[in-house]
């Protein structure tokens, strides 16, 4: 008899392949959308009267209809002619529901030994016929069961199986590939301030997460950033909690980017073991630094009292930059002496060469706005004009600031009168720049027209 613990399953043997895996290469490609594809090579040795491929050690979490097998030792001959994804895994439920009206034998809570046949299980309840009449066991997590063989036609792992014809080689070396879910990457970016706020050093790393269901050894890594467009979008797991930081690299051998159809491919250059219920975290790029600005926000629309802090650097090459984004988190930190302190972070989207950056990492402590309508009369049915007040309160002691006030006018305005410039941002978007000396009082006034 074999034992069976009712709680969990020890994983038992496959019962032998048809053609026997001895080298596998695994090459990965990692999409941000809850995707990789996976590619791998492997040389297997056919048994020529039973044509019939196996691979075991794929995802659990494939897709099913995206797999592909080709041989490239005969690639004209092989021919695939079905195929096959085996996901019914063994369990101990299943192990008994296949022994209805065969012998068993169970170790109950106490340690008695009970040998008879198996009439049902289920309800958490075991119906045994012995010698003495009809037992019934509850189920429980002390209960041992024994059998006598796994079934055959159960399998512990998720399996792929082919029926194949053509192959005149024994030896075959074979392409699959396949689609599957529960891979991911996104990036993060980690950047110093200066002193004088005037410069920004920035390095990035890649997460890779791997919740597929396998490991991939020594693979081959590349990197899709880019919106892929996917018909019916399954829906993103739950991220389970694993440590953050698994790996980390050295800088020289980061990933090399590349234009890739209406994307950008970032190719590893090295090969790197992604193991199961894994995050790996990866060098980006060799850490620069760029030359940025600080930059105060009063939001109109939003109202309020507070003003947006945000630190803005061009991605130029010229700026010490000029390379793809990809989209992710960016966390800002500034030192105090020889002690790093975090002051905020923001999310950037995939950003292309010679793109502004703009980050939002906080509201300023010392800097309060109060903006009023002060008039607001109406010209005709579709015109109003109105008068605003926008008072700007800087109580730093010894810094001179300037302030971004941004106001959305409507579909169709005019500026009639204003006690500051502005600049035209946008079809109704309007901002205004308001210097304030420190520990001081400013005040923008405009009068403007808006009609619909």
């Known amino acids: 008899m074999r034992a069976i613990g009712i709680a969990g399953i020890v994983l038992l043997g496959m019962i ?19 995707l990789a594809l996976v590619k791998q090579v492997r040389v297997v040795t056919i048994d020529p009267k039973s ?37 019914d895994l063994v369990n101990a439920r299943k192990i008994l529901e296949k022994y209805l009206d065969r012998p068993i034998e169970l170790i109950t809570e106490s340690g008695d030994l009970l ?23 509850p189920w429980n997590d002390q209960l041992q069961v024994s059998v006598q063989e796994l079934p055959e036609d159960f399998i512990t792992r998720p399996t792929l199986v082919w029926r194949i014809s053509g192959a005149s080689k024994r030896e075959q070396k074979l392409e699959v590939s396949y689609l599957t879910t529960g891979m ?68 020289p051998e980061t990933f ?33 630094t760029v030359a940025c600005t600080k930059k105060f926000v009063y939001d109109g629309r939003r109202g309020g009292e507070k003003v947006d802090v945000k630190i803005v650097f061009q991605n130029r090459k010229e700026d010490g930059l000029g390379i793809p984004l990809p989209k992710g988190i960016f966390r800002l930190y500034k030192r105090d002496g020889n002690s790093l302190e975090f002051i905020g972070e923001d999310q950037i989207d995939h950003t292309p060469r010679n793109e502004k950056v703009e980050l939002t990492i906080g509201q300023a402590f010392d800097i309060r706005v109060k903006r009023t309508v002060a008039e607001e009369k109406r010209i005709t049915r579709s015109t109003i004009e109105r008068q605003v007040e ?17 106001e959305y006018m409507g579909r169709f305005w005019e500026i009639l009168e204003s006690t500051h410039p502005y600049v035209q941002k946008s079809a109704n978007e309007c901002e205004f720049l308001v210097p304030v000396k420190a520990n001081s009082t400013a005040k923008l006034k405009f009068r403007v027209r808006i009609s619909w």
């Open 16 to 34: 032998g392949f048809t053609a026997g895996a001895q080298e596998v290469q695994n090459y990965i490609t990692v999409y941000n959308q809850d």
């Open 51 to 87: 044509p019939i491929i196996r691979f075991q050690d794929v995802a659990e979490k494939i897709i099913p209809t995206s797999v592909h097998l080709r041989s490239l030792t005969e690639p004209k001959r092989f021919v695939v002619l079905e195929q096959n994804y085996e996901y």
């Open 115 to 137: 040998s008879g046949k198996l009439l049902s299980f289920r309800e958490n309840r075991l119906v045994l016929q012995v010698k003495e009449g009809i037992r019934i066991i």
């Open 184 to 251: 991911s990457w996104k990036a993060e970016y980690v950047g110093e301030l200066s002193e004088k706020d005037d410069r920004l050093h920035i390095g990035a790393w890649v997460n890779i997460t791997n919740q597929s269901g396998t490991t991939f050894e020594n693979a081959r890594l590349k990197l899709v950033a880019g919106d892929v467009r996917r018909v019916r979008p399954r829906r993103m797991p739950i991220e389970r909690p694993i440590e953050p930081y698994s790996a980390k690299t050295a800088a």
């Open 256 to 288: 090399r980017e590349k234009a890739f159809f209406e994307y950008h491919l970032y190719t590893l250059q090295r090969p790197t073991t992604l193991k199961r219920n894994q995050i790996k975290q990866i060098s980006l790029f060799s850490p620069v």
């Open 390 to 406: 926008v008072e700007i309160r800087n109580q730093k002691e010894k810094e001179d600031i300037e302030v971004s006030v941004v």
